[in-house]
Structures are given as structure tokens and as C-alpha cells.
């Protein structure tokens, strides 16, 4: 009987309404538990060219100090007459590109869906946070991984200045060739020392907060508990940095770094893992999750290649390195109208009536986009590490009784 169907324009107020409340708990999930999402800075990409060109001013070099470790000054009396010679000064150009990425939620026939519309929905609304968080993370993490300008291989047994690729204002350095390889797991005192070369060669600016500076070190959970053992750290929190995620006129703690020792750890829960480099030096990398069947459809299950990679990335990142922007809204102009685009993930639910397969209305479907692009900073200030995932003890013994 008719009464017994929800009209699609019912199911399309609904989610329409309810649009706005899943976007805010999107964000605030990505606050909450995205490790990557407080490391960029944010801003607004103008709607002036296709290919963005970026300059950064590099740091000058001072001419009148012949040796700046000892700088040289003469006695005031005697510089009547002495002129100066310039500074040299100079800027690097970067370029980059808006990119978009769409996604769409099945399509849901509201016939199905009368008795249980509400709960079928709010069961997709977890989904799609999930899936949306996934996406933004893993995008953050490879494009980090991809366009900074410091490379660190672990190797047993070799310097440390041998290991360690890439110099100031380079961007998508690379791990040099296919067979530079790690044979070593990351430790505390490899981190250590890179942080010293960050500070002091790269002049890297860590994150400032109210408890002291950080480099914030994002990596597996077996790879923090090592570093931790391996420093003798406590369980206990000593301090907490991270930005705060607004939305609206509420503040959100942001997601928590554990700080030790100038550095302040995030888990990763799917880090970057490879097996092999490919010919420029670059991992080939593993994705973690592999489609399987469900009892009706498809599902997410874990990738064993992934879940037995020999190596693994993790990120240290410092301040200014990089910032994602989103493009300004554009509806077009003069007669040439568009609708508002979607840009940070936000869902709409639409449905259109047509003379084929939808003729009554009876499908309708979530749609999402992510548009971001990349702008260049100081890339030396994030370093990715590749290290080899070593075998691990559990500590269990034979029993003897």
C-alpha cells in the first residue's frame, strides 16, 4: 500500500537536516584520533591559476662575516670610511596543484530502508567517518612522505652523516637508489641524533607550546613502545602538544602526543610499509586493507602482505614545513552558475528522478569530495625514516612444571 512507503523527499529532508551534524562529528573525529590532521597549517588556495607558484624567502648570507662561527668586529674608532659589503639574499620557487578526490555511499533504496531508515543511517554515518578519516590521514602521510626534503635510512654499522639524504629548501627527495635498503630498527638514539640535525643543520623550528618545543614523531605503535623502552621512558604523560581543532564556537582537544626529550609521539595505526624501492630510490608501498566479502557486499579487511612488510616509515615533522590548503568557494559568474562544491569531505545526499531506473524516486546516495593542495614551506623540517621492522620478543619461556 502507498502508506506503507516513505516518500524519497521525506528521506532526502531527513538527511539534508542532518548533513550539518555529521560534518561537525567528522571534524571532530579527525581531531580527536587523526595523528596527522594538527601537523599542517590550513589556509585558503585563491581562484587564480591552475599550477599555484609559491616563493619562499631563503635565510641570507651575511657577506660582511667572513666566518660567522667567529664573527670579526673592529674597534669603532677606526671605522670613519669604511663602507660594507652586501648580504647576499636570495628565494626558492615551488609550484603546486589543487587536487580533488570523490567518493560516493551505495545507493539506498528507501523502500528497504522504511523500517529502519534511522538507524541504517546513523550506522553509515560511522562508516563514512571512518572511511573519510582514513583518506585524509593516508593523504596527509604519503604527501608528507613524498615532498620532504630529508630521507633517513637505518643502517647497523655505518655513520650516521652516510645515511641520512636530501639538504635545506629540497622537496621529493628520495631514498636514493633501489638497493638502499634498511638492515636496522629504529632506536632513540638514531631519533636523537636526527633531531640534533634538524635543530642545527637544517635550523628546523620545532612546534612551540606552553611546556617547551617539540619535533612530533609519528610512527606504528610497535615502533613509539620500542623508542620508549629503548629511552626508559615512563608510562605516564609528561606533557601534552597539540594544536586545538575548532569548529564552530566549540574548542576540541586535539590529538595527543606523549613529549619526552624534544620529541612528542603519535601513533599511526596504518603506517607507510614497503618491501622493495623502485629505480628513483621511492617505496613501493603496501596498502594496508584488501576488499572481502561480507554477508551481503563487500567488506575492509586487513592486507597480509601489509601485516608482513619487512619495512616501515615514520615521520618526524617540525613547524612550517607545509601547509593544506582548500580552495576559495567558487559558483561560477555571470550567467555561468555552478552549485557550492564540496571540498573537506563534507556528505550531501541526493537523489535524482529520471525516466529509466529512478523513475519513483526510489534511490538516493551520499556523495563526498576532498579537494586540497600542498604549499611548500620549509620541507627539510619533516624527515621520513625508513627502517626495517625487526623481529620481536614476547619474553615467554618455557615452562618447566
Not at 619562499?56 to 670613519?80: G, H, K, L, R, W
Not at 642545527?200 to 620508549?228: Q, Y
Request: charged share 20%.
Amino acid at each position: 500500500m502507498p502508506n506503507d512507503c516513505i516518500d524519497i523527499a521525506v528521506a532526502n529532508n531527513f538527511a539534508a537536516k542532518d548533513t550539518n551534524r555529521i560534518v561537525g562529528q567528522i571534524a571532530k573525529t579527525l581531531a580527536r584520533k587523526s595523528p596527522y590532521i594538527n601537523v599542517l597549517e590550513g589556509g585558503t588556495l585563491p581562484n587564480v591559476s591552475d599550477t599555484v607558484r609559491s616563493v619562499v624567502q631563503e635565510i641570507a648570507y651575511p657577506n660582511s662575516v667572513q666566518n660567522i662561527a667567529a664573527p670579526a668586529f673592529t674597534d669603532d674608532i677606526n671605522m670613519c670610511g669604511t663602507g660594507a659589503t652586501p648580504d647576499d639574499v636570495g628565494s626558492t620557487e615551488y609550484s603546486f596543484k589543487l587536487q580533488s578526490l570523490r567518493g560516493r555511499g551505495p545507493r539506498v533504496c528507501v523502500k528497504t530502508a522504511r523500517t529502519a531508515f534511522k538507524n541504517a543511517y546513523l550506522q553509515a554515518q560511522i562508516a563514512l567517518e571512518k572511511t573519510i578519516l582514513q583518506i585524509i590521514n593516508a593523504d596527509i602521510r604519503y604527501q608528507l612522505q613524498y615532498q620532504c626534503g630529508i630521507k633517513y635510512v637505518v643502517k647497523a654499522a655505518t655513520a650516521f652523516n652516510s645515511n641520512v639524504i636530501g639538504d635545506m629548501q629540497q622537496i621529493n627527495t628520495t631514498f636514493g637508489a633501489s638497493t638502499n635498503l634498511p638492515t636496522g630498527d629504529l632506536n632513540f638514539r638514531t631519533l636523537y641524533r636526527l633531531g640534533s640535525f634538524l635543530r642545527e643543520e637544517m635550523l628546523a623550528e620545532p612546534f612551540t607550546t606552553a611546556e617547551g618545543e617539540f619535533f612530533k614523531v609519528i610512527a606504528s605503535a610497535d615502533a613509539i613502545e620500542k623508542l620508549r623502552n629503548d629511552a626508559d621512558v615512563k608510562e605516564d604523560l609528561n606533557y601534552l602538544s597539540a594544536g586545538s581543532f575548532k569548529l564552530g564556537e566549540e574548542s576540541i582537544k586535539g590529538y595527543q602526543f606523549q613529549g619526552y626529550r624534544g620529541f612528542a609521539f603519535g601513533i599511526d595505526q596504518q603506517p607507510l610499509r614497503f618491501n622493495t624501492l623502485d629505480a628513483n630510490g621511492r617505496p613501493n608501498f603496501i596498502s594496508p586493507i584488501a576488499k572481502a566479502n561480507a554477508s551481503f557486499g563487500f567488506a575492509t579487511r586487513r592486507n597480509a602482505d601489509w601485516v608482513n612488510a619487512t619495512y616501515e616509515i615514520a615521520l618526524v615533522i617540525g613547524g612550517d614545513s607545509f601547509k593544506r590548503l582548500t580552495p576559495e568557494a567558487y559558483t561560477g559568474e555571470g550567467t555561468f552558475k555552478w552549485a557550492p562544491q564540496l571540498f573537506a569531505g563534507e556528505l550531501e545526499w541526493t537523489y535524482f528522478r529520471d525516466n529509466d531506473c529512478n523513475m519513483y524516486g526510489d534511490y538516493g546516495q551520499h556523495i563526498y569530495q576532498i579537494q586540497r593542495a600542498y604549499q611548500p614551506i620549509r620541507p627539510q623540517n619533516v624527515a621520513a625514516i625508513a627502517y626495517k621492522r625487526c623481529g620481536e620478543n614476547l619474553g615467554v619461556t618455557t615452562c618447566t612444571i
